[in-house]
Each structure stands twice: as structure tokens, then as C-alpha cells.
């Protein structure tokens, strides 16, 4: 059974086709990097796997459950995070009370969490090295703890899959890798398929399985060897691409700009 799979998909979104006879598999337990321009489809993917927006064409299937039939048990089994909000520093809400929402759908409206939900929550936050400040407002905290508690909101819904959209958006470079490693590790202790949105390819370079290249078709899908070449990204980016080695790992650079 794959965790995700998309058969001959189109979705048409917002007057314009966003993707266009997209078809792949992934298998649980995978870390895809989805890479890609702006407009070029990687947020709507991941909005058709939570049945936010509904393929014109094709089917989509979640841990082998249809998401036209199976919705309500599906998004039960999927944690997101979406693209960086702002916070109103002056808002009221703890960084413990934004784990719990991750809680909400399994606890149901008008019902007080449980004393299971709390410690789910505690040990959210003891995953991502939160916990101590689990009482500071949330909208005081750095972009980096923002987007850690962020993580503990999703893993508190215990889901089996991880939707990241560019979750390392506007973070300084060291707090990029600590996010990056800090999935990556948490996808290995809990068994956890994951799709990470990214415009920066070599930041996800040592921890993907396979990197799916989008421009409202699927490109390149494949491991970072396969896909990292200058024929194919030239079609990704339409500027010139040169793919040099770091540490033996492949390093894409565009134009005369540096993607890191």
C-alpha cells in the first residue's frame, strides 16, 4: 500500500491549471523533497492530499483510501505545517495551546481535552525541545521556535504522514538546518512518510529519499542523482543551472545565484 498516490491528476485552481496529468507513488516511511518555482504547483499538491481542492481529472489515494470517499479518516492520519504565518506578538495564546489544537479533531467540539491529550502535547513539545517554554506567549518566540512548535502541533495529532510547506521559510541558515535535521530525525523515530516543500534543493540534499521536481507537470522524479542534472533543471528553472559537487553530494547553483 503506498502513502500517497496520485493516478493521471488535474487540478484546475483558481482559473488556471495548477497541475496537469500528475501521476506518482510513494512509499510509507519515504522523505520527498518537492521543489519547484512559484506557480509551479507544490502547495496545490499538497492542498489535493488534504482535499482542500478536488482534482478535475484523476484519482488520489491516501494510505490506500480514496480522498473523495475517505476525507474525515484521512485527515485524521495526516499532520501539517503550513508556509510561515506572522503572530501577533499581543495574542493571547501559549505555545502549549497551540499544540493542543493539534488535539482538536480527535477530541471533538464542546469537550475538554483529556489528561491523555496533555500528555501527548508534553511529549510534542519534549520532541522538538520545547517543553521549557510551554507557558511563553507563542507570538514572542523566534521564527525558529515558531516553526519547532509548529512541528509539535502536527505530531500531536499522532498522524503517519507529514505535509511541510516550506516550513524553513525566512529562518537564518542555522535555524534552517536545525528544522531539517530535527524532521529528519523524527521521521526516523516515528516511522513517518514525509513531503517537504522547498525551493532550496540542496538544503534537503542529505536527508531525501527521492526529490520530485514540479512546473505544473512533474518534471523529474527520482533520487537526487538522477534528478540533479543540468538538461533537467534547466526545464525547472529556465535560466542557466550548473550542478557542482559538495561533499560528494550533488549541489545545484542557478543562474549566478547560489540556491543556499
Do not use: W
Not at 500517497?4 to 485552481?13: K, L, P, S
Not at 485527515?75 to 508556509?83: F, L
Not at 521536481?213 to 534547466?234: D, M, P, Q, S
Amino acid at each position: 500500500m503506498k502513502a500517497v498516490e496520485f493516478r493521471d491528476v488535474t487540478v484546475e485552481y483558481e482559473n488556471r491549471i495548477a497541475l496537469e496529468d500528475v501521476s506518482f507513488g510513494i512509499e510509507r516511511g519515504e522523505f520527498i523533497g518537492i521543489v519547484g518555482s512559484n506557480g509551479s504547483g507544490k502547495t496545490t499538491l499538497l492542498k489535493t492530499i488534504l482535499g482542500l481542492v478536488e482534482p478535475a481529472k484523476g484519482e488520489v489515494f491516501i494510505l490506500g483510501m480514496d480522498v473523495r470517499t475517505h476525507l474525515k479518516e484521512i485527515r485524521e492520519k495526516i499532520g501539517y505545517v503550513p508556509q510561515k504565518t506572522r503572530i501577533n506578538p499581543k495574542m493571547p495564546v501559549l505555545v502549549k495551546e497551540v499544540v493542543l489544537m493539534g488535539r482538536y479533531g480527535k477530541i471533538g467540539l464542546f469537550r475538554s481535552p483529556r489528561q491523555k491529550d496533555m500528555e501527548i502535547v508534553k511529549k510534542a513539545l519534549e520532541e522538538v525541545d520545547m517543553y521549557d517554554l510551554k507557558d511563553e506567549p507563542f507570538g514572542h518566540l523566534s521564527g525558529g521556535q515558531q516553526q519547532r512548535v509548529y512541528l509539535a502541533r502536527a505530531l500531536a495529532q499522532e498522524s503517519e504522514i507529514m505535509l511541510l510547506d516550506e516550513p524553513t521559510t525566512g529562518l537564518d541558515v542555522s535555524s534552517q538546518r536545525s528544522i531539517i535535521e530535527l524532521i529528519a530525525r523524527l521521521k526516523e523515530e516515528k516511522d513517518l512518510t514525509v513531503l517537504f516543500v522547498t525551493h532550496d534543493v540542496n538544503s534537503i540534499a542529505r536527508v531525501s529519499d527521492r526529490v520530485m521536481y514540479l512546473k505544473n507537470r512533474i518534471v523529474a522524479f527520482g533520487t537526487l542523482e538522477e534528478v540533479c542534472k543540468e538538461e533537467v533543471l534547466r526545464n525547472v528553472y529556465d535560466v542557466p543551472v550548473q550542478v557542482l559537487r559538495s561533499d560528494g553530494m550533488p549541489c545545484v547553483i542557478v543562474s549566478d545565484y547560489h540556491v543556499h
